[in-house]
């Protein structure tokens, strides 16, 4: 096999990973910074939900960062940093998904 097949086999193999799929099956609800509540029962029920998704993104970023300090192969250090850009992604889309609520009041015009 070429590096070329291994680099297509493990790029596949990464894309059957949902950020979903790959966290913890039991997501509760979690504490939201004050500055991202917007005052709407609905939309800070939203935010609860996704504070412990883009705590766990966090989490998992950091570990990351921990193990390729200690990786002793570049194949391993690559996967690793790998997996620190998946998981720094899905952080990054949690983030903007809280902004959604507040940016969507900000604009939104008066309700009738």
Request: with cysteine; net charge negative.
């Amino acid at each position: 096999m070429t590096r070329y097949h291994d680099i297509r086999a493990y790029w596949e193999s990464q894309a059957k990973v949902s950020p979903i799929a790959a966290m913890p099956a039991t997501i509760s609800p979690a504490a939201v910074a004050v500055e991202k509540l917007t005052g709407s029962d609905e939309w800070d029920r939203y935010l609860t939900w996704i504070q412990p998704l883009l705590d766990e993104a966090n989490a998992l970023c950091r570990q990351s960062q921990e193990d390729v300090m200690v990786a002793l192969t570049d194949e391993t250090m690559r996967k690793i940093l790998n997996t620190y850009w998946y998981y720094r992604g899905v952080a990054d889309a949690y983030q903007k998904a809280q902004a959604i609520p507040k940016e969507l009041m900000a604009h939104a015009g008066p309700q009738h």
